[in-house]
């Protein structure tokens, strides 16, 4: 079996880099907005404005969590850590699950009091001017966490993301509340657009929840790049067949075993050689990835349980 430790490439290195900047742009970020939304919500006392106060306000506890997780889930692997620390992005995204759906409740729970007692909205173009001023900022921050996201992969960052997009509709429809309130008059317009918000918040906790749960229940890597791996394994000339492939994700580092089926008549070292062949090209498929083969003989029965 080769278990040889994989080293760190430029690229893994960067990828770190990227993702520890992506947090501290995440929590810088969330603690601008939620001075400048407070701000808003008080000259405002707009119900849909304390619904994106509040969503700040769970984004950047939700992001304080993501910086500390993601430091976490980079160090290396140790003693006590074989598999190095990745799963901390699952725990991470795990938080932010909690942390969403308890801004979801509270912005419900606003929304219905204004729906059963409707009040005006004041100081409309100052909290449409702040709304206008977070969508621009937020996008410039979604941006580079698309960019982070698709170099590396991180759970605990799309989690993150996938709140600031969220945002970029909220404030959106926020602005729609205080327009269409303070120009005609739909009074009922900006507890309805906060309930709506509380479904979209919800929503993106379960999509949060079920990453999460993937990656701590070592879910198989998706079924296309499982058979790329069987291709990739098949197309050398020595492998007479596989068996027990097993795969999964832990932060950014993928993990790939397998048992090849070689001719039984080669030696030890021929064996040894093309196992290291097979592992070099599927790690050349998978950057970064831990790939742990054994050699089997062709045609030998093994009382191996099957997953594929």
Same mark, same amino acid.
């Given at each position: 079996?080769?278990?040889? #430790?994989?080293?760190?490439?430029?690229?893994?290195?960067?990828?770190?880099?990227?993702?520890?900047?992506?947090?501290?742009?995440?929590?810088?970020?969330?603690? #601008?907005?939620?001075?400048?939304?407070?701000?808003?919500?008080?000259?405002?006392?707009?119900?849909?404005?304390?619904?994106?106060? $509040?969503?700040?306000?769970?984004?950047?506890?939700?992001?304080?969590? #993501?910086?500390?997780?993601?430091?976490?889930?980079? #160090?290396?692997?140790? *003693?006590?850590?074989?598999?190095?620390?990745?799963?901390?992005?699952?725990?991470?995204?795990?938080? &932010?699950?909690?942390?969403?759906?308890?801004?979801?409740?509270?912005?419900?729970?606003?929304?219905?009091?204004?729906?059963?007692?409707?009040?005006?909205?004041?100081?409309?173009?100052?909290?449409?001017?702040?709304?206008?001023?977070?969508? $621009?900022?937020?996008?410039?921050?979604?941006?580079? &966490?698309?960019? %982070?996201?698709?170099?590396?992969?991180? %759970?605990?960052?799309?989690? =993150?993301?996938?709140?600031?997009?969220?945002?970029?509709?909220?404030?959106?429809?926020?602005?729609?509340?205080?327009?269409?309130?303070?120009?005609?008059?739909?009074?009922?317009?900006?507890?309805?657009?906060?309930?709506?918000?509380?479904?979209?918040?919800?929503?993106?906790?379960?999509?949060?929840?079920?990453?999460?749960? =993937?990656?701590?229940?070592?879910?198989?890597?998706?079924?296309?790049?499982?058979? &790329?791996?069987?291709?990739?394994?098949?197309?050398?000339?020595?492998?007479?067949?596989?068996?027990?492939?097993?795969? *999964?994700?832990?932060? &950014?580092? %993928?993990?790939?075993?397998?048992?090849?089926?070689?001719?039984?008549?080669?030696?030890?070292?021929?064996?040894? $050689?093309?196992?290291?062949?097979?592992?070099?090209?599927?790690?050349?498929?998978?950057?970064?990835?831990? $790939?742990?083969?054994?050699? =089997?003989?062709?045609?030998?029965?093994?009382?191996?349980?099957?997953?594929?």
């Amino acid at each position: 079996m080769n278990a040889d #430790t994989t080293p760190v490439s430029p690229e893994s290195r960067t990828n770190s880099n990227l993702m520890r900047w992506a947090t501290y742009a995440s929590l810088t970020v969330a603690i #601008t907005l939620i001075g400048t939304k407070l701000y808003a919500w008080t000259l405002t006392e707009s119900v849909a404005m304390l619904s994106t106060l $509040v969503d700040s306000l769970l984004d950047g506890a939700a992001s304080l969590v #993501t910086l500390f997780a993601v430091r976490h889930s980079l #160090t290396p692997a140790d *003693r006590e850590h074989r598999f190095g620390h990745g799963k901390a992005e699952a725990l991470a995204a795990l938080a &932010q699950a909690a942390f969403v759906a308890g801004s979801a409740i509270v912005v419900l729970f606003h929304a219905i009091e204004r729906l059963l007692h409707p009040a005006a909205i004041k100081n409309m173009e100052t909290g449409v001017a702040i709304m206008i001023f977070s969508i $621009v900022l937020t996008l410039f921050l979604v941006i580079f &966490q698309t960019y %982070v996201v698709k170099k590396s992969g991180s %759970v605990a960052i799309t989690a =993150d993301s996938l709140h600031y997009k969220g945002d970029l509709l909220i404030n959106c429809a926020v602005i729609g509340a205080l327009v269409g309130h303070a120009y005609f008059s739909w009074d009922l317009l900006d507890p309805l657009i906060g309930a709506a918000i509380t479904g979209y918040l919800l929503f993106g906790a379960w999509r949060i929840l079920g990453d999460a749960l =993937d990656m701590l229940m070592d879910r198989e890597l998706p079924s296309e790049e499982r058979r &790329q791996v069987e291709d990739i394994v098949m197309a050398h000339e020595s492998v007479l067949d596989l068996h027990e492939l097993r795969t *999964r994700r832990s932060g &950014q580092d %993928v993990f790939i075993q397998l048992h090849l089926e070689l001719d039984p008549n080669i030696t030890l070292m021929e064996a040894h $050689v093309i196992s290291d062949d097979v592992e070099r090209l599927v790690r050349d498929a998978f950057k970064g990835a831990e $790939v742990l083969i054994h050699q =089997d003989p062709a045609g030998i029965f093994e009382a191996h349980a099957q997953h594929d």
